[in-house]
């Protein structure tokens, strides 16, 4: 018998439903099966309000830890395999998760140990997952399998129907717009993942597994997204640093701040896009053959040298 710990964070319960759907194949093996909640001490909101969820932008892209409540002690035992569920927020792993993997128990949990992350996101996971990637690294962990699932619908689609269910909690369809978050489908298929992992962890051989992973669809790159997303973590570098620098969490100086981001990001993005999609399409001709192996390395779990 093996022992699999899973750790995640979730608002929605998405993420758990990926979770115990990929946690199926170990159940049916008779491995023992943990799953533990990152809880921070104080909790975020969901639904969000609009000026909550800018407001927490700055600290969630600088990757300032937070206050979490102890873990619970099964969660520190020996495992064979830790499994790590986590939702990007701003290009960046959540508050919660990025805290839990700057925690200096979690390291321990963590040091030695063959680790898969698995996420849910509505289409931008790349930046996200690099530093992940770099956090797991300090914890001397080996990161043996990343599973992305995100929203099949187009940007703005996608862009209109999470935000809907982040400020109101309703992701049902609506009008002609269809569910928000990832499918019910892409769900239930993380079980298919789970077997592949289950096999490799009875083996205790985890060599081959990214390359299994990735002939089952684990990770789909779209490239144009890269482009995007290269020039979303400069711009969000910048816009973090503006917004912090207005002064304290509450002060008046940086609500006028978020505000301000508030109201352009999601307008920047509905008319900026039709324009961003061309610049890639060019860019994609044009820089093809480095787009190419920029896909292949962000399918892959080592970490690029800075």
Known sequence: MKKVLIVYYTQSGQQLSILQSLAKPFVSAGHMVHFEEIQP????????????FFNAFPETFSQKPLALKPLSGKALDGYDLVIIGYQPWFLTPSRPVSSFLQ??????????????????????????????????????????GHIALADRSGNLTS????????????????????????SNQ?????????????????????????????????????PNLVLMERR???????WS??????????????????????????????FLSPLLWLLSKILLTVKRKELVLDVEYFKQNSLRKK
């Open 41 to 52: 001490e104080e909790k975020f909101p969901f639904p969000w309000s609009a000026f909550q």
């Open 103 to 144: 925690n200096d128990e979690a390291k321990k949990i963590l040091q030695n140990k063959p680790v898969v992350t698995i996420l849910g996101c509505r289409n931008m996971w790349l930046g996200a997952q690099e530093k992940v990637k770099q956090r797991l690294l300090d914890a001397k962990a080996n990161l043996v």
């Open 159 to 182: 862009l209109i129907t999470i935000l809907r269910w982040m400020f109101t909690g309703d992701r049902k369809p609506f009008w002609f717009f269809p569910q928000a978050g990832v």
């Open 186 to 222: 892409d769900v239930e298929h993380a079980e298919a993942f789970g077997k592949q992992i289950n096999e490799h962890l009875t083996a205790n051989d985890f060599t081959t597994l990214q390359s299994q992973l990735l002939q089952e669809g684990a990770i789909e790159i779209k």
């Open 232 to 238: 979303g973590q400069k711009a969000f570098s910048v």
């Open 241 to 270: 640093k503006f917004i912090a620098s207005g002064g304290a969490l509450h002060s008046t100086g940086r609500k006028i701040r978020v505000y301000i981001f508030m109201y352009l990001l999601p307008t920047a993005i509905f």
